[in-house]
């Protein structure tokens, strides 16, 4: 499904959940461990089950599911650690107290994916980053928007085509 992307931003069809999945399945076979994955999008568009598939995809086999009630979950069974995050219910301030830098720094912790749901709410961006926004409207159905902040602008090409 990657395969034709060789410029960003780019925009692929979801047509249910399976493909949501795979997409993300596809992204854990190729990030490499240091990367954020910003995920938008509306209630139930879908953040879950794309962190779902890449965790399948980093071999995870631990369930994944919604961290909403816990601040991040830490899955370490797969080929690199899978942060997952929700910042649904947290305040600007509790956001703010997560210091949210020690993961895609990757001093503190093991360098690994860190996929962030609701990722509208950060008060601030990591350097550089993929950005997922995950979309619904009557016409086009669900639709991903994937592109590439800092230093993924040329990475994301290169890894995506390799895929
Ligand atoms: N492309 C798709 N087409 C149809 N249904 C989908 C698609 N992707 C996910 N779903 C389904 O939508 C529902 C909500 O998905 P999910 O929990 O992943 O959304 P979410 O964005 O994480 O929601 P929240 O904002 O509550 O965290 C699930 O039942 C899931 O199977
Ligand atoms: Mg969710």
């Known amino acids: 499904m990657l395969n034709p992307i060789s410029t960003l931003p780019y925009t692929l069809s979801l047509a ?4 949501t999945r795979d997409l993300g399945w ?27 598939g890449l965790g399948a995809g980093l071999g995870i086999t631990d369930a994944i599911d919604s961290p909403t009630f816990t601040l991040v979950n830490e899955y370490l069974d797969g080929r690199m650690p899978l942060y997952h995050l929700d910042l649904y219910r947290l305040s600007a301030a509790e956001v703010a107290d997560l210091a949210l830098a020690t993961y895609w720094d990757g001093i503190e912790v093991e360098p690994g994916i860190v996929a962030i749901e609701w990722a509208e709410r ?11 926004q995950l979309t619904y409207d009557a016409i086009a159905g669900r639709q991903v928007r994937l592109d590439a902040i800092g230093d993924w602008v040329t ?9």
Do not use: M, R, W
Request: charged content about 10%; proline content about 12%.
């Open 122 to 132: 950060l008060p601030s961006q990591p350097p550089s980053y993929l950005l997922l």
């Open 26 to 52: 596809q992204l854990g076979q190729v990030l490499p461990p240091g990367t954020v994955l910003l995920l938008e999008g509306e209630l139930g568009s879908g953040k879950t089950t794309l962190v779902q």
């Open 155 to 163: 990475l994301a090409p290169i890894l995506f085509a390799s895929a």
């Open 16 to 19: 249910d959940a399976a493909a």
